[in-house]
Structures are given as C-alpha cells and as structure tokens.
C-alpha cells in the first residue's frame, strides 16, 4: 500500500535543537521528533499533507511517548475544534515502562478496524499528533501513514491498454463533465446570493447561527418581512410572522434548507423545504392542541427511535439504567418545551386582540430576538461524546454515578457495565488503582479520567480535551 507524503511542518508545540520535528518528514527511521525540555506532559504538531488523501492504515514508531493521540483536519481549518478524531489516544508504554524507561521504541500498526470508521472514509490534508508522557521526556519518531489504493490495474489489463492505444486516444470525448463541476465550483459566499430571509420562532444562541450561516453564503436578512423579503426560514406554522407572510403570499421554508445548502456547500431548491401550515387560523384552540400533539409525538418518537437504535447495536447485560435516564431527560426537556408554548399561546392570544385595533401593533413587538426567545423548537441533543464507552468504577459520592450516566448517554455516548475491550475511558472519583497498570496492559487504549471533564462538557456545552482531567500515580 503506498505511503502519503509528507510536505511541511506547520506547526509544533515544541522540539528539541536536535531531534527537531521536521526528522518526521524523513523516512529514515533513525531520525526523532523530541520536546524540547525533560517533563513536558503534552506535546503537539501539525504536519501539511501533499494532497488531500483518504487515511487506511497508520504506522508508529514509539520514543518514549505514553499516549498518542492522531487527529486530521482541512489546511482551511482555522480552530483546533475543526481536527477530528482518526486515531483515539492509545497506549504505548505503561506508568511501570514509562518510570523505568523501558520499551519506549515499541512500533504500533493500527489498521482500518482500529481508526474511527466515519474519520477514515473522508479525505484529509492536515494530520495533527499529540503525544502524553505524565512521567518522563516525550519524544517520538517514525510517524507514517498509508492510504487505500483506490486503482489496482492488473497486468493484463496495463498490456491491453498498451496494444489498444488507439482505442484508448478517443476517451477524451467525456470532457464535457467539467460543466457539473463549474455549478460546484460557485463561490461558498454567494450560494444564497439574492435570497434575503426573515427568521421566526427560533431561540438563541441557535437563532444567530442560523442567520450566520446564511449570511455567510450571501443572503441578506431583514428583521421583518419587507417588499425585497424572498423567504421567510420558520420553526413552526403558528407564529405571527408565519401568518403575516402566508397572508401576503411569500415563500415559507424550514431550517433545514439553509442547513443542507451549508453542509454541502451548494444552493439546493427550496421547494422541498416549504412549510406546511394550518388550514385554519380561526381556531386557535385546535391549533394549540395539534401543536401539542405534534410536540409530543416528536420527542415520543426520539426517544423511541433511540432506545431502539441501542437495543440493535448493543445487547445490554443487566438493567436498562441509560435508557431510563436517557428518556427522562426528554421528558425533561418535554415539559420545559409544554410551558413555553402556553406562555407563547398566552402572548399570542393578547397580540390578535392588539392587531384587530392597531395592524402593526403585533408585529413591532416581534423584532428583538428577546421574544423570540420564547419560540422555543424541540431542543436537539448534542453528540459531543459519539463513539466513546465509558466505565464507571469505584464509589462516587451522592448521586454523582446518575448523573454521569445521565451525562454520557444524553451526549451520545456508551455507558459499559463491565470493563471490555470496547472500553475507551475509565472514570473514577478514587485517584489511581494499582489494577489500572494491569488493565493498561490487557487494553493500551485506556485513559483514566476524572468526572470533572464530564461535568465540565456538560457545564460549557462543547467538547473538551480529557488530559487536563486524566488520573494519574
């Protein structure tokens, strides 16, 4: 399988006069990447791919590093949250190794199975390497990627080509495919050029990503529907804005168009997206009731859905604990979503009774983002902990244990109920166990982490790096 060439260094967190972090470019083997003073904890470099390539397999040459974590990530990239995840932290050398600096060369070859699965079918240009040593200097040498062969010709087929060649001369009719990727090719910043979209009934801070997101691809917003308006980007059908644009004729579109048009980086047709509204604007109470109905089926569905999807994938053991905390924390949010709706069907009710007397009276009051607020969509989940398996062991203190639980499983992730292969992370409130240095060794990918980085997730809403959190002797 061929090697991926490495082109430049950007960056490096730190390296040694010496053993400087461009030897990694060199496919010598001799040749080491070390940090520059003895202790670092954490070190970290950027290395800038030749071309864009799809990741199969990965090599690693060991020099003295305990951990080694491999993220990858776009040239365009600006923050470190745009690097995701190929190689998840693993285990070259134990505490035991890493005190007594032995096996600090041990050579690691992580395949397909090993990377993560949705990382490795994209292709990157970025690779960044991180490596942890809480115990002595970290150094490391020999890092080298390979790439699937996407073209395995045999040599049958390269003589026929050969005899055939002028067969293989009129191929070049197909060049009129270039047209597609003209479209493809338009600028990010005018995708929505000539769109300009009113938003209503969305909640910050999601309401301001919306808009970004929209304004970034060239459409213009306006903060009630004027003559030039072309769409108006709605949560729901019983908003004021939603009656006042219907009634005018204009085009009504959900989230999702501008999303899609986003993720993928081209204008996709509005069609799709319009919004269904109610037959009937007289009967407020009907509508109350069929958007409470409606509520309730979608977050009955999601968590049915979910508690579906683990079933298939895992075969739990024991109890069904995450399940039952999961579909709490939806009824949770459930109710918070219920008494904001009454709220909004109070407010709504007073501003018909104002706009019978004053045609504008509603509609001033709609133009700051404050009462916007109050239209609350069915909160989406976040997946900050997709892919990882955590086990919880030793005592926690209070209902500590619950709560991480309820964390983990709301954040996407997997709470195992017996320590295996699959898992990943080891919380534990109890400090290090000498049972640990035997687990390290049965699964070098383990880290032991404490539960503050759980809590501190849950706390900033975002996805935060474990080392700051790890446990160590």
Not at 48 to 57: A, D, G, R
Not at 216 to 244: E, V
Not at 313 to 320: G, L, N
Request: with cysteine.
């Amino acid at each position: 399988m061929p090697e991926i060439k490495l082109k430049h260094v950007v960056s490096c967190s730190s390296e040694d006069n010496t053993h400087k972090a461009d030897n990694l470019l060199s496919s010598d083997t001799y040749r080491k990447w070390k940090a520059a003073r003895p202790g670092e904890k954490q070190v970290s470099v950027i290395l800038q791919l030749e071309k864009e390539e799809q990741i199969h397999s990965i090599d690693i040459g060991n020099e003295g590093s305990a951990f080694i974590e491999v993220l990858v990530g776009h040239s365009t990239s600006v923050k470190d949250q745009d690097f995701q995840v190929l190689l998840v932290t693993s285990s070259f050398m134990s505490p035991t190794e890493s005190r007594n600096g032995t096996n600090t060369n041990r050579v690691r070859f992580f395949g397909p199975s090993q990377l993560v699965k949705a990382t490795a079918q994209e292709k990157w240009d970025c690779v960044k390497i991180v490596c942890s040593q809480p115990y002595s200097k970290v150094n490391m040498s020999r890092f080298t990627l390979q790439t699937r062969m996407h073209h395995s010709s045999s040599p049958a087929q390269k003589t026929s080509d050969k005899r055939e060649s002028p067969k293989s001369k009129p191929e070049p009719k197909p060049k009129p495919k270039p047209k597609p990727k003209a479209k493809s090719v338009e600028p990010f910043n005018r995708i929505l050029e000539g769109v300009v979209f009113v938003l209503s009934g969305f909640q910050n801070p999601f309401r301001g990503e919306l808009r970004d997101k929209a304004l970034a691809m060239g459409a213009r917003y306006r903060p009630d529907w004027t003559p030039d308006s072309t769409h108006l980007i709605c949560a729901f059908a019983n908003t004021p804005k939603y009656s006042q644009v219907k009634a005018a004729g204009g085009v009504i579109v959900r989230k999702e168009w501008v999303m899609d048009c986003h993720k993928t980086k081209q204008k996709i047709s509005f069609k799709r997206y319009l919004m269904n509204g109610a037959e009937s604007s007289s009967e407020s109470e009907a509508e109350e009731d069929e958007s409470e109905e409606e509520t309730q089926k979608a977050v009955l569905a999601l968590s049915v859905v979910y508690v579906l999807g683990m079933t298939s994938q895992e075969t739990r053991k024991t109890d069904c604990l995450p399940i039952k905390v999961f579909i709490l924390f939806i009824f949770d949010c459930f109710r918070v979503e219920m008494e904001s709706r009454r709220k909004k069907a109070a407010k709504e009710s007073a501003a018909v009774q104002v706009k019978d007397e004053d045609l504008y009276g509603g509609s001033t009051d709609e133009n700051t983002d404050a009462e916007e607020e109050e239209d609350k969509p069915i909160p989406e989940l976040p997946d900050f902990l997709t892919g990882k398996r955590f086990y919880l062991y030793g005592k926690f203190p209070d209902n500590q244990k619950r709560q991480l639980q309820r964390y983990i499983i709301a954040f996407n992730g997997a709470v195992e109920d017996y320590m295996s292969e699959k898992v990943q992370f080891v919380v534990t409130s109890e400090g290090w166990d000498e049972s640990f240095e035997d687990a390290l060794m049965e699964n070098g990918n383990l880290s032991f982490v404490k539960p503050t980085w759980i809590f501190a997730i849950n706390d900033r809403q975002k996805m935060l790096p474990y080392q700051p959190y790890t446990v160590v002797p």
